[in-house]
């Protein structure tokens, strides 16, 4: 899919966001290079509301996402709970800042971009083992008999797959790496596609799973910094939103 085809999605939704895009992605296993046939289109974004409306009584939503049945299926940020998000180090919007293919960047975004390691933090390492430890409990919480359920009672291979793609890049980052968004082919990718159509069986996801959590653990101190740059943040939030209201003045 050419970044072009990644405009023409963004078309199709721009009148649905209130304000001005400043960065669009192919999202979720598409934008992994991991699919299935059966894998959904998805988009995320990031958007900036005009400055009027943030103060006004009547705010823009933090999220703008698609009525229930349009397509396609998008979830747009406003930059304020986009900062927040990545001042918490969330796997999803870190991953944002690392996405080189299928993408729309605006000049402003490309800012933010070149700061995008000073994210990597020791409490984002915690925010990934976070959430992949969340899938392994719902992945492979023990049943009364000492078997293997998920809530429901069956097994999920895109649970399963999620929980080692991202403890794989909580290693990276770990070790003073970046994450790694494409998943070039090679052993990594194979594993992932094991997993995601089932040849690997659950016990074996399980063991791989407390294996990396194992090793980052025994890395600890992380040679990272505790957070990210809020200053460098901050005062591109507001530069953002002074910029944009004086461009709202010029135009009336």
């Known amino acids: 899919m050419a970044n072009d085809e990644v405009l023409e999605a963004l078309g199709k939704i721009a009148s649905r966001i209130p304000g001005a895009v400043l960065f669009w992605k192919l999202w979720g296993s598409r934008s992994h290079n991991t699919e299935l046939p059966s894998s959904d289109w998805d988009y995320l974004g990031v958007y900036q509301a005009p400055t009027d409306m943030i103060l006004?009584?009547?705010?823009?939503?933090?999220?703008?996402?698609?009525?229930?049945?349009?397509?396609?299926?998008?979830?747009?940020?406003?930059?304020?709970?986009?900062?927040?998000?990545?001042?918490?180090?969330?796997?999803?919007?870190?991953?944002?800042?690392?996405?080189?293919?299928?993408?729309?960047?605006?000049p402003s975004w490309l800012e933010i971009k070149a700061h995008r390691k000073s994210f990597l933090t020791q409490n984002s390492v915690r925010q990934y083992l976070g959430y992949a430890e969340g899938q392994l409990k719902k992945l492979f919480a023990h049943s009364g008999d000492g078997g293997l359920h998920t809530k429901g009672g069956k097994y999920s291979e895109k649970w399963a797959y999620h929980l080692v793609r991202l403890l794989q890049d909580a290693r990276r980052i770990a070790q003073g790496g970046e994450p790694i968004v494409w998943k070039e082919d090679g052993e990594e990718r194979r594993l992932l596609m094991r997993i995601r159509t089932g040849e690997m069986p659950?016990?074996?996801?399980?063991?791989?799973?407390?294996?990396?959590?194992?090793?980052?653990?025994?890395?600890?101190?992380?040679?990272?910094?505790?957070?990210?740059?809020?200053?460098?943040?901050?005062?591109?939030?507001?530069?953002?939103?002074?910029?944009?209201?004086?461009?709202?003045?010029?135009?009336?």
């Not at 016990?203 to 505790?226: C, F, H, T, Y």
């Open 202 to 252: 659950q016990g074996i996801v399980e063991a791989n799973a407390r294996v990396l959590l194992a090793e980052i653990d025994s890395m600890k101190p992380w040679k990272l910094p505790e957070d990210g740059d809020e200053m460098f943040l901050n005062d591109w939030l507001l530069r953002m939103r002074m910029e944009e209201l004086d461009e709202s003045k010029n135009r009336d």
């Open 56 to 106: 006004s009584l009547h705010p823009p939503p933090e999220t703008a996402d698609n009525a229930e049945g349009q397509k396609p299926d998008f979830q747009a940020h406003e930059i304020r709970k986009f900062c927040q998000l990545l001042m918490k180090g969330n796997p999803g919007i870190i991953e944002m800042l690392f996405t080189e293919k299928f993408v729309y960047e605006s």
